[in-house]
């Protein structure tokens, strides 16, 4: 097995998924990992940090030297990106540590992109590339975290031009 699928899986376990070809979300999963994460709003580069992130610690439960990534100069990937910041959340909501919590923040991010266990390569590369290229709605509607729930006052319009932190926050605020 090559060291980015081994990468790969290692990824997808961190939130209770397989990455495995053929099972659940594995399509979906395997967009994510194939597209950079782009950084349109300056500070969501604390988002690709926290995923890159990820790549030492991999390197360091398998005993690989971490340059290994350093060599490729391989972007941060959505996937990665967004393993990292499912466990940030779990950690804000209710400070856990790895127990199973991160595979509910993950599936309930995939919700809300609209994707499921069916969900086929031109359609996820499709809910990827809207969120990603933030070209939701205003409200969040096609991204990580839609506002569609009460709104106080308004301030959670345009959540397209907010990092993706904030978002993360007023949805906690929103709906929990």
């Known amino acids: 097995m090559d060291i980015l699928d081994e990468y790969f899986q290692w990824l997808c376990s961190r939130v209770d998924c397989s990455g495995e070809p053929g099972s659940s979300y594995y399509i979906p999963l395997k967009v994510m990992f194939e597209t950079e994460f782009k950084v349109i709003v300056p500070n969501d580069i604390n988002r690709k940090v926290d995923g890159e992130a990820l790549r030492k610690e991999f390197c360091e439960e398998y005993g690989y030297d971490a ?94 031009q907010k990092e993706i932190w904030y978002q993360m926050q007023d949805y906690f605020l929103c709906h929990f």
């Open 67 to 160: 340059e290994i990534f350093e060599d490729d100069r391989e972007p941060c990937s959505v996937l990665e990106m967004l393993v990292a910041l499912t466990e940030r959340m779990a950690w804000e909501m209710m400070g856990e540590v790895r127990d199973n919590s991160y595979g509910r923040w993950f599936k309930e991010i995939l919700d809300n992109l609209g994707i499921n266990r069916r969900t086929g390569y031109y359609r996820a590369e499709e809910i990827v590339n809207i969120a990603n290229n933030r070209e939701y709605e205003d409200d969040g509607n096609g991204g990580y975290f839609p506002m569609n729930g009460p709104k106080k006052s308004g301030q959670f319009l345009c959540q397209k």
